[in-house]
Structure formats: structure tokens, C-alpha cells
């Protein structure tokens, strides 16, 4: 029988599980519910609905299910903009092996083969709770694509100067993707526009997030405005 059931507080975080063994969905919900609200269903249709309706803070999934598999569930929010920042942690009886990149490549943070190491399993959501808590912004951010040249020093001490499109902007900072290797603390001079660049200020590197096929998000926090940013 599917099932679905929720604590209704919400002072904690929500984790949903997705599994058809109604064993596997008890065994994780014993062991989590000290520290998180669980809700769980054995139906990827209807965990999909009840992501939508009230988005989780984590998802736990399990790979074979019938009718949807989890690779295509992670795949489907991994891709949607509304969903696409929810971690989902893959748990499966299926070989870590030769599981672990395919789900790393659709967007899960990480592989758990059974029987879970519950210990790592509660410091791997513990940590990916508390970049998004901190990676949280209050401020209004702009949903427009957005030209700009980044230009700074790498990880190596190689000069770079590189082109991006970010869509996500706010009044002290912005992210994108980027094929550069950088580490936390990394400033760069920021210019918009493309081929009529206008120098705006600097940014500090904050957030560094692997994405699916090995893309990399950084998040930037502007530390010097010498010019007009998009949000004053």
C-alpha cells in the first residue's frame, strides 16, 4: 500500500522519503525522526506532487520503483528551477560502484548504498542543511540573464579573464557557472555587458557547488562597487 504521513511541525527540518519498501521507509524513519520531521511515500508520482505542494528541506530516494524509477525522479527535480536547490541523497541496494556517478550526474549530493551508514548519512544531510541555511538570501534577487567578464587569479596563480551569463542577481552579489578552477576567497573584477564592458566593482568567491556534468556554480558576494550594479 503507498502510504504518505507528516509530522505537522514544521519547526524542524522536513526530510521526504521515497521508497517502495515500506521496511526501508520505517527502518530510516526510526533513525531520523529524533532530529527531522519525515514524511515518506513508496509512489515517485505522488512524492512529486508533494514536493510541489510543500517543498522538502532533503530528499531520500530509493532507485528501483515501479513505474518511475528514481533516476528519473532525481533527473526531473534536479532540472526544475523550483526544485533544483532540494538535496537529494540516493539510497539504493544497487552497487555504489556503478550507481554513484550516473546519480552524481543527474544532480544528487550523494550515494548511500543498503544497509545505510546512517552516522555518515546524518552528517552528510547535516552539512548539506547548513550550506543552504547559509546560502539563504532575505534580499530580493533578479531572475534576468545577465552578461559579464570576470577577471582574476586562479587556483594555480594563472591570470584568467572569462566570459558568463547569470541569471541569478542580487543587490550584493550573483552566480553563475564557470569552467575556471577557484577556491573560496578568490576576488575577481566584475565588468557587464559583453563586448562594451563597463567596470562595476569587485567580488569575493563564497560558495563553490559541483553541479551535473561536472559544472561549477560559484557564488560571488561583491566586497567594492566602483560603477552601477543592476540592484542598488
Known amino acids: 500500500m503507498n502510504t504518505a504521513t507528516s509530522n505537522p511541525s514544521r519547526g524542524r527540518p522536513n526530510i521526504l522519503v521515497v521508497d517502495d519498501d515500506d521496511a526501508i521507509r520505517k527502518l530510516i524513519k526510526s533513525r531520523l525522526s529524533d532530529i527531522y520531521d519525515v514524511v515518506d511515500t513508496a509512489n515517485p508520482k505522488l512524492a512529486l506532487e ?91 534577487r533578479l531572475r534576468l540573464k545577465t552578461a559579464m567578464v570576470l577577471r582574476g587569479i586562479d587556483k594555480y596563480g594563472d591570470y584568467f579573464q572569462t566570459q558568463i551569463t547569470t541569471d541569478n542577481v542580487s543587490a550584493s ?11 573560496k576567497g578568490t576576488v575577481v573584477e566584475l565588468e557587464l555587458g559583453l563586448g562594451s564592458e563597463r567596470l562595476v566593482g569587485r567580488a569575493r568567491l563564497v560558495r563553490i557547488e559541483q553541479r551535473p556534468q561536472d559544472q561549477m556554480f560559484y557564488g560571488f558576494q561583491i566586497i567594492e562597487k566602483t560603477g552601477n550594479w543592476i540592484l542598488e
Not at 174 to 181: K, T, Y
Request: net charge neutral.
Open 173 to 183: 552579489g550573483f552566480g553563475c557557472l564557470a569552467n575556471i578552477a577557484m577556491e
Open 50 to 140: 508533494m514536493v510541489f505542494q510543500d517543498p522538502p528541506d532533503c530528499i531520500l530516494l530509493d532507485l528501483r520503483m515501479p513505474r518511475h524509477s528514481g533516476l528519473e525522479l532525481c533527473q526531473t527535480l534536479s532540472s526544475l528551477s523550483f526544485t533544483q536547490e532540494i538535496p537529494i541523497f540516493v539510497i539504493s541496494g544497487k552497487s555504489r560502484e556503478i550507481y554513484r556517478e550516473i546519480c552524481l550526474s543527474l544532480g544528487a549530493r550523494e550515494f548511500f548504498e543498503k544497509p545505510v551508514d546512517f552516522h555518515r548519512l546524518k552528517l552528510c544531510i547535516a552539512e548539506a542543511l547548513k550550506a543552504a541555511t547559509t546560502n539563504r538570501r532575505s534580499e530580493p
